[in-house]
C-alpha cells in the first residue's frame, strides 16, 4: 500500500509538472479591438475605398506601393501632404509615374508591397496596386484593416524600408493576432514580410493543414515547394481547385506540372490579368497579400502576407473564386 502511494504521488507531481509546462510553453498570441473591410476589384469600387481611407488620414500616412499610377490617389497624397506627414516608397522602376520630394526608392529587385498605413491605426493591403488596370480590369483584392497592432507591424516594415534596408531585415514582432471585431466576433490574422518571414514556408504551412479543400487564385506561380504540397493533398483526397493567369504560364509555371497530375487548374478569363495571389483553405482560412507563389517573391522581393482565419471572409473569397473559375477557361 505505501509503495503504491508513493508512485501515486509520483505520477501526480510528473502530470502536474507536466500541466503547468504546457501552460508555460504554450503560445499566447496578443489580442486587439479590430475590422477588415473586403474589396474585390474591378467589380466593386477597390479606387473609391482606398482614396476615402487615404482622406481619412489626420496624422500621417505611409505607403509602400508598387506603382502609383492613379491620378486620384496621386493627387490625394499630394494634397495630404500639404496638411499631415506623407512619406511614400515605391518600386525604382516606378518613379516616374510618382517623383516628389516625399517619394522613395528602392535600387535593385522589386519592391513588391501594396500598403499603406493610416495614422498608425489602419492598413490598406492585398493585391491591387493604385493604377487604372488594377483598380478598374485586373481580378484583384483590397483589404482595409483597422488595428493598431497590425498596423504596427506594418509600420515597422515599412520603416525598414523608408532607412533603406530592402530585401532584409527583422522578423515581424507580432505575426499572430486575435482580432475582436466590436466584441461579436473573433479572428485569428497573421502577416509576414518577405524575405525575412520566409513566405513561401507560411504558406506550405498553412496549406498542409487543409482537410478539405484548397481553391487557388494566381497571377504567378513557379514555386516547386508550394505546388509539391497541393500534389501531395490532391493524392489525399484533398479538393484541389485552382486559377492561373494565361499570360503567365510558360515553361517555368507550375500550370502543366499540376494538370497533368490531375489538379483541376484553369487558365483565368480575363482579357486583362488575374492579379489574385490568393489561396482558401477549407473555405475556413484565406492567405493573400502582394506575395505571388514564385522564388523571386520569397527570396528577392520585397513583400508582404496576410494569412486571415475567418470564415465570413473565407466565404467571400470562396465567392470571388467561384465566379473567376467560372469565367476561365481549361
Known amino acids: 500500500m505505501i509503495k503504491q502511494s508513493v508512485v501515486f504521488i509520483l505520477l501526480t507531481i510528473f502530470l502536474t509538472g507536466c500541466s503547468i509546462n504546457n501552460a508555460v510553453t504554450a503560445e499566447v498570441y496578443p489580442q486587439d479591438q479590430g475590422t477588415i473591410e473586403l ?33 486620384s490617389v ?23 509615374k510618382f517623383n516628389h520630394p516625399f517619394v522613395k526608392t528602392d535600387s535593385y529587385g522589386l519592391m513588391h508591397n501594396k500598403f ?27 483589404l482595409l484593416i483597422e488595428s493598431n497592432i497590425l498596423a504596427q507591424n506594418y509600420e515597422d516594415e515599412f520603416q525598414e524600408l523608408w532607412g533603406g534596408t ?17 466584441g461579436t466576433k473573433k479572428m485569428s ?31 504567378s506561380f513557379t514555386h ?13 483526397g484533398i479538393e ?48 493573400t497579400g502582394s506575395f505571388n507563389p514564385t522564388a523571386n517573391g520569397d527570396k528577392h522581393n520585397d513583400e508582404n502576407l496576410l494569412i486571415i482565419e475567418d470564415e465570413g471572409i473565407a466565404k467571400r473569397f470562396t465567392e470571388e473564386f467561384e465566379r473567376v473559375y467560372k469565367e476561365g477557361s481549361e
Open 224 to 236: 516547386d515547394g508550394i505546388a509539391n504540397v497541393l500534389l501531395l493533398k490532391n493524392l489525399d
Open 74 to 96: 496621386q493627387q490625394k497624397l499630394l494634397d495630404k501632404e500639404k496638411e499631415i506627414e506623407v512619406m511614400v516608397v515605391t518600386d525604382n522602376d516606378y518613379l516616374k
Open 116 to 142: 499603406c498605413i493610416i495614422d498608425g491605426t489602419k492598413v490598406s493591403t492585398g493585391s491591387m496596386n493604385p493604377t487604372e488596370n488594377d483598380a478598374h480590369k485586373n481580378n484583384n483584392n483590397l
Open 240 to 287: 484541389v481547385k485552382g486559377v492561373m493567369e494565361v499570360k503567365q504560364i510558360s515553361e517555368y509555371s507550375q500550370f502543366n506540372r499540376l494538370l497533368q497530375n490531375k489538379i483541376d487548374v484553369i487558365k483565368d478569363g480575363n482579357k486583362n490579368n488575374l492579379h489574385h495571389k490568393v489561396f482558401i483553405i477549407d473555405e475556413e482560412t484565406v492567405v
Open 166 to 182: 530592402f530585401k532584409r531585415g527583422s522578423r515581424v514582432k507580432n505575426p499572430k493576432v486575435t482580432l475582436n471585431d466590436k
Open 39 to 71: 474589396y474585390f476589384c474591378p467589380h466593386q469600387n477597390c479606387e473609391g475605398a482606398l482614396v476615402s481611407l487615404l482622406d481619412s488620414a489626420e496624422q500621417s500616412i505611409h505607403c509602400a506601393l508598387f506603382d502609383i499610377g492613379l491620378p
Open 189 to 219: 490574422v497573421e502577416t509576414y514580410f518577405c524575405p525575412e518571414d520566409a513566405c513561401a514556408e507560411q504558406v506550405k504551412k498553412e496549406l498542409k493543414k487543409a482537410e478539405k479543400s484548397i481553391y487557388f487564385m494566381a497571377f
